[in-house]
T-cell receptor, first 113, second 113 residues
Framework: KAGVTQTPRYLIKTRGQQVTLSCSPISGHRSVSWYQQTPGQGLQFLFEYFSETQRNKGNFPGRFSGRQFSNSRSEMNVSTLELGDSALYLC????????????FGPGTRLTVT | QQQVKQSPQSLIVQKGGISIINCAYENTAFDYFPWYQQFPGKGPALLIAIRPDVSEKKEGRFTISFNKSAKQFSLHIMDSQPGDSATYFCAARGRDNFNKFYFGSGTKLNVKP
């Protein structure tokens, strides 16, 4: 079974721009979570989607948003990029809500200049 | 406020030695405590996990010790190998919190041959 895939793997954007990252979960998985990983803050939960609905949200500003499609694929969007948004953005999928094991993708490395 | 505190930040162990990483938490609503292993350029991968009704769980060379009263848990890697060199994260999830995990800050383990 193919793992979680994230595209693109690397991205360079300029401050003030917006960016969209994509995540394809493992086939059959319906829950997708997003995390931001930085050296200073570690792994921080952004949000979780299940059946196209946001089920949980972390403490990030409204510039960070996401959505999930009917095929469980998910996108996250960051508008008005700031230098501090430079990070590795990780997507994780689970078969269903409250399923303890999460499977992480390799991440998208976003650099904001 | 960091929900899960992890130490040490880095650890150097000789091949064949025991690696010990510690985590502490405050939220008594946490009911699931996984450990993740992350290699450079990869997403975190679940290593081993424990629930608070169990004091110890062992899988191969990896053991989680859990102290509910002290709100602490630790990962022991027995017979550490150079291939174990990676960053390790502890995490916790609360009841009724779906897949929202709180991660420790990570421990970079270097096993010397």
């Amino acid at each position: 079974k193919a793992g979680v895939t994230q595209t693109p793997r690397y991205l360079i954007k300029t401050r003030g721009q917006q960016v969209t990252l994509s995540c394809s979960p493992i086939s059959g998985h319906r829950s997708v979570s997003w995390y931001q990983q930085t050296p200073g803050q570690g792994l921080q939960f952004l949000f979780e989607y299940f059946s196209e609905t946001q089920r949980n949200k972390g403490n990030f500003p409204g510039r960070f948003s996401g959505r999930q499609f009917s095929n469980s694929r998910s996108e996250m969007n960051v508008s008005t990029l700031e230098l501090g948004d430079s990070a590795l953005y990780l997507c994780a999928s689970s078969p269903r809500l409250e399923y303890r094991e999460q499977y992480f993708g390799p991440g998208t490395r976003l650099t904001v200049t | 406020q960091q929900q899960v505190k992890q130490s040490p930040q880095s650890l150097i162990v000789q091949k064949g030695g025991i690696s010990i990483i510690n985590c502490a938490y405050e939220n008594t609503a946490f009911d699931y405590f996984p450990w993740y292993q992350q290699f450079p350029g990869k997403g975190p991968a679940l290593l081993i996990a424990i629930r608070p009704d169990v004091s110890e769980k062992k899988e191969g060379r990896f053991t989680i010790s859990f102290n509910k009263s002290a709100k602490q848990f630790s990962l022991h890697i027995m017979d550490s190998q150079p291939g174990d060199s990676a960053t390790y994260f502890c995490a916790a999830r609360g009841r009724d919190n779906f897949n929202k995990f709180y991660f420790g800050s990570g421990t970079k383990l270097n096993v010397k041959p």
